[in-house]
């Protein structure tokens, strides 16, 4: 079985394109906390050791559009999907391989907030993959 739920802040906004035959894909990191204990956490920042993950993720036609158009950096989302694996030949000719998931749902989990009171109040919405034409 290939599934993956993840929750995590984005790095940067999404970046959008299309493939040559019109279909829009978007791509975008997200931060995902380690399971570490705080001990383990002090431990590693003082090190300068990372304590997240940032995987790659990418979105396809309408998802992609409406990730576009709502989500920003610092957004909290929670991603289903799918673990994809590929290569490709650098101009070196260095072969590099990926990793990346594959988005099928992407949940508006809340936008960054300054204060308590607003994670409260702030709105929730989703984005599932060509099943939802109003995303938020």
């Known amino acids: 079985m290939n599934s993956v739920n993840l929750i995590g802040r984005l790095t940067a906004d999404p970046e959008i394109g299309s493939t040559n035959d019109g279909t829009s894909i978007s791509k975008f990191s997200i931060a995902v906390d380690k399971r570490i204990s705080q001990a383990k956490k002090e431990q590693m920042t003082s090190e300068g050791k990372s304590t997240a993950d940032f995987p790659r993720i990418i979105v396809w036609d309408r998802l992609a559009e ?5 989500l920003k950096k610092g957004h909290l989302v929670g991603i289903t999907g799918r673990v994809t694996t590929g290569s490709y030949v650098k101009e070196d000719g260095t072969k590099i391989y990926t990793t990346d998931i594959t988005a099928s749902s992407v949940r508006f989990i809340q936008p960054p907030q300054k204060n308590d009171h607003e994670l409260r ?3 929730v919405g989703e984005v599932e993959n060509e099943t939802t034409s109003i995303p938020f």
């Open 66 to 70: 409406s990730a576009n158009s709502y």
């Open 121 to 123: 109040d702030s709105p």
